[in-house]
């Protein structure tokens, strides 16, 4: 298994993996599958950030994704970004998660940033709750029905893991460039 930078090439495999998620499990609050040409337009918006955009493939197949956007837009917030990980279906509990998450959390430390939040969808999400905390994300919280899919309402599960030091010391780096809105 090898973890690249995701490509425009990829959007086909990206957009069946998370389909899948939007269609059938909790971890995203979208409910309509967003097209490859849509996953594109998100994907470059995060790469013209700076930020990590990764996919983990195998033998030429894409295995699932992960990457860090903004957390919020106001200009306080350029220290901390919000990570997402989608899996194919078939590859869940094999490595996969910890294996491209962990190069984008090595990527988000590389450019000075001081926290990561998950936001994950549903609290009865063993599998990526379980995914974070090996990666020393810390539970913060839980937001008790914040989102209404499949017939029921959601929770989500607040996890955050501190970087470069966390609130220990002043930033050395000029953080994210965000336009505040």
Partial sequence: MIVRPAESRDMAALAAIYGHHVLHGFGTFEEVPPSADELEARRQAVVARGLPYLL?????RVLGFAYAGPFRPRAAYRYTVEDSVYIAPDMQGRGVGKAVLSAVIAACESLGIRQVVAVIGDSGNAGSIGLHRS????????GE?????HGRWVDIVWMQKALNGGTGREPDAPGLVLNGV
Avoid: N
């Fill in 56 to 60: 983990a493939e195998e033998a030429g």
């Fill in 135 to 142: 990666l020393g994300f810390r539970q913060q919280g839980v």
């Fill in 145 to 149: 029905g914040f989102g209404y899919k």
